[in-house]
């Protein structure tokens, strides 16, 4: 009786485990239709929104045929078919593994673990079947990103993330002390009243007071996803329907809440007419403001995808810095409340001219009483900004030129981040300037020194 039922038991499992085995798929086609095909008809996005934020997908690299898909990944040199897990396919789906973002890594390990078993899967079975080896290598169909490798590039996180340092967190301590509890120093004497204060915000409205976290990449995370949350009394903190519209801009250029008929201030508003428990943190168009709106603006058009070819992207070039330059008694010609840029230019000993190309900007508001007075942001590539991070004297004493130009066109309405210089200049001047850090150190001159021509 035992025998029997051991005899039994033993074909039931045998059954089991063939009809396992039989379910699994072998040929290429089965493969392609059991796990390539269910991620192109996915409506989830693949694993590749770890590291950008829009234009590619991996869908963009799989056609609804097997053929076709495996026809054009060797085409464009995707696939290795003497050594498929050496596939160039695979090596792009786990760059997530390399994420530093070490949350990041952990929340798409799922879904990208799941798309290198699938398309490994399917390689090995297309890289030992003849038919698919004898394909025609072809290219033919629309395969792959829609856009350009530099738009590819531009979209990345890390890129974004880089930007973010420069043109945000860079200007962190304007929001000092309230939204900075990281630079507050409770063993520093002088941090004792700045302590005190963001205590008192803190308990009075919570969280959303701690604005920048411990590092640029935990407060870009941080407002990424608080923005993703939508409140009907709320604007989002970055908006990416209308970026000057966003909290983020919105709150250190308004004043105070006014008070009521009691003399009671009221409590600040972040919805309709914002206003800031701050007061007047930065002007509008000032260095500070057009940093905040470059980096708004742009990361709203990697949303919304409006960046199709090179030509779409902004030069993203900006370097912050601690170097001032003031222009007291403007010329007449920069009106009060008026937009100015003001670029500067090198000396070359060697051509005995001044460099063509600008390298560096600053942008402010002429003050009423005629002072033009900004940071200045170095203009380079990322090679150059990297040496900028490390690099004492940014800039070497010497001779400069100063070019300054005006909006009368209100172009920076439309765009906060266009730059003028491609029009006519509204002055030229000559320095001799040292370059040492900090507002009292700033590269003065009158502005009479500016030689004036007619603005068209």
Known sequence: MKSLSFVILTLCLLSVSQTAFASEPTSPEDVFAQRILPILNSPNPSSCVQCHLAAVDLKDYILPSAERTFANLRAQGLIDVNSPKDSKILNLIAMGERDLDKKARMIHAKVRDAELQAFESWLLACCTDRKFLDLPVDASDAFGPKVTDEVIRHNRKDRVLDSFERNVWSQRMRCFPCHTPNEIDPNDPKHATPKQRYEEYLAQYGQRMNLFRETPQATMAAMIQSSSLRHKDSLPLLNVESPSQSLLILKPTSKVPPKDSAGVQEKPSSNGTVTHIGGLKMHEDDFSYKAFMGWLTDYAKINSGQYQSDSDLPSDNWFPTQLVVRVTGTPD???????????????????????????????TRVGPRGMAIGSLFLLGDAAQRETWATADQLLPAGKYQLVAYLDPQDRLSADPSAFLNDQPHAGKAEIEAKWTAG?????????????QIPVE
């Open 333 to 363: 010609s920069w009106q009060p409340l008026s937009v100015v840029q003001i670029f500067v230019h090198s000396w070359d000993d060697k051509t005995g001219s001044y460099s063509s190309d600008p390298i560096a900007f600053t942008q």
């Open 439 to 451: 507002f009292p150190n700033a590269e003065q001159l009158p502005g009479t020194q500016f030689q």
